[in-house]
């Protein structure tokens, strides 16, 4: 059987954000279904649901107290059914998001484990004896501020939580745990989904001697921390060894259902893209992972070469998947404003370059619009980090605004009543109405782009060469035994002049913008790219050109 995710475009949909269908602010599965043809419409192979289960909502979702229902905000378990079978209809695969490394404080499984140290489920999540002094047993902070160590009193112990306090931590390793998690799998996979996104894959274990982490290095130039927790290098709260046999039961697990696929987040800022070669390699873990190595600021040549250089060097037989945007990071139209004159050349680089990237794609709801990073105010705020470290920390609520379906004032279309995050008027000028009746529109190009994707086999799952040229030029080759395809991007707000020497009277192919071939010489305007069919062609430029 052809493993149909290796090199697959995956669409991210946000469900409380997508379509609202009975009115009550809140995007929900029925809302999903209406907006499919949508998602077929653009050409991508599967869809990925971030959190349908029971929860109490502290974190989105991200904190479940049912991991074998859906949670009634999104609908039923009978509405899903009816998701996968329209889904499948429409030839998209379909994988939902997997919060195992903690639970909601609701979860049953947590509700008997705080109750002594005696039950059944006493060991089931991470508890730990206080200090003589009653403080806690090491240095460990949660992601969301503050430390990672509550206090029970019925136990007279602290239990972890690396997120927030309703969110603690399952003990991997007790195999009991291990054992229910993946009988949720299981639950789901026989429901009939293909797959699993695994969120904070690399939380799974942490430290049983329990260490207190080393400080962090940073640099000289960032003199304080936002969040305490970037202050720490997390050896041991975190990515620990134990983890990859684990991911081996998984994946056995999965091999039971031929066809299903996995993609892990990794979130370590030190030893990210090691752990995704580690849980990638070797064909008896994870299918695919992603780190968050191209989800911040960075917007250069280097920085996108040496990732993917690194990542097949460290795993040849490992397979990545990247992204620009998710619900957890600013929207990349945003972050990388800076790199260009105008927003629609942008958006039009940003993706023409993740397309053609070796591995699989994810792409956010939205990305197709061009939706840039909403600027939300305090009062506004849902997102737990935002307002603990407000403003100079804003949340992740920004990108999790609700889609611009209609024409006219907010929240076009989304809902018939006030919407859980507002849509700003930024937002509504890039509906998907307006879009689609424009031939040159972003969301239009996204779909000629992932047209052009299909039509060249050899991006999906073809090698790929870094071409020796400097700043602000990202140029690489896309080989297979069919032929190749030479890419060339220009990372700046400024043209640039390319030598071409090769390929005489070939032109840019179809999808390219903002890019003129004459004779030896190719010149790209600001976030101009260009793709020739031929492995032929030497490249040549030596760095930026003067204005």
């Not at 959190?51 to 109490?56: E, F, G, L, Y």
Request: net charge negative; aromatic share 12%; glycine share 8%.
């Amino acid at each position: 059987m052809t493993d149909w995710w290796r090199g697959a475009v995956i669409y991210q949909v946000y469900p409380r954000s997508f379509q609202d269908s009975n009115g009550d602010g809140i995007g929900d599965l029925p809302g999903i279904i209406r907006r499919l043809d949508h998602i077929a419409s653009l050409g991508v192979d599967c869809i990925w649901l971030s959190p349908i289960n029971q929860s109490p909502q502290k974190d989105m979702g991200y904190d479940v107290s049912d991991y074998k229902e859906v949670d009634r905000l999104f609908g039923s378990l009978e509405d899903f059914d009816q998701l996968i079978e329209r889904a499948h209809a429409l030839g998209l695969k379909v994988i939902i998001d997997q919060v195992l490394s903690h639970s909601s404080d609701m979860h049953p499984w947590f509700r008997e484990s705080r109750l002594n140290r005696t039950n059944a489920k006493a060991d089931w999540y991470v508890w730990a004896d206080p200090k003589r002094d009653g403080s806690p047993p090491n240095n460990w902070p949660s992601v969301f501020g503050g430390r990672a160590w509550e206090w029970n009193p019925s136990r007279g112990q602290y239990y972890f939580h690396n997120f927030l306090i309703e969110q603690p931590d399952l003990n991997f390793h007790n195999p009991d745990v291990q054992d229910a998690v993946l009988d949720v799998m299981r639950f789901w996979l026989e429901r009939g989904v293909d797959g699993f996104r695994l969120d904070t894959v690399n939380y799974y274990f942490h430290d049983r001697q329990l260490r207190s982490n080393p400080p962090a290095r940073r640099p000289k130039h960032l003199p304080y921390a936002v969040n305490p927790y970037d202050m720490q290098d997390h050896k041991f709260g975190k990515s620990q060894p134990e983890n990859v046999d684990f991911l081996k039961r998984v994946r056995k697990l999965l091999d039971q259902y031929p066809g299903t696929t996995t993609v892990g987040e990794v979130g370590d800022s030190h030893r990210g893209l090691q752990l995704m070669e580690e849980y990638t390699s070797g064909g008896d873990k994870l299918h695919m992972a992603y780190t968050f190595d191209m989800l911040g600021p960075e917007f250069t040549a280097e920085h996108f070469r040496t990732k993917m250089a690194k990542f097949f060097a460290g795993a040849p037989n490992g397979w990545p998947c990247w992204s620009f945007s998710n619900h957890d990071v600013n929207r990349h139209m945003t972050r990388w404003a800076p790199y260009s004159r105008n927003p629609s050349d942008l958006a039009r680089l940003a993706a023409a370059m993740l397309l053609s990237f070796k591995g699989s794609v994810c792409l956010y709801q939205g990305e197709e619009l061009g939706l840039p990073e909403a600027d939300i105010l305090f009062e506004e705020l849902t997102d737990p980090p935002g307002i603990r470290f407000w403003p100079e920390y804003k949340g992740r609520d920004g990108a999790r605004t609700p889609m611009p379906w209609d024409d006219g004032e907010a929240p076009n279309g989304f809902s018939s009543v006030k919407p859980w995050l507002p849509v700003k008027p930024n937002h509504s000028a890039l509906n998907v109405a307006a879009q689609n009746a424009d031939a040159d529109s972003t969301l239009n190009f996204y779909r000629k782009a992932l047209a052009f994707r299909r039509a060249h086999p050899v991006f999906a799952t073809g090698d790929i060469e870094f071409l020796k040229v400097a700043e602000p030029l990202l140029a690489f080759r896309r080989t297979d035994k069919d032929g190749a395809v030479t890419c060339l991007f220009n990372l700046s707000a400024d043209p640039l002049s390319v030598t071409l020497t090769g390929g005489e009277g070939l032109e840019p192919l179809e999808l390219s913008h903002g890019a003129e071939r004459r004779k030896g010489r190719l010149k790209l305007e600001a976030n101009g790219f260009a793709f020739f069919a031929t492995g032929e062609m030497k490249v040549t430029f030596g760095g930026r050109r003067k204005r």
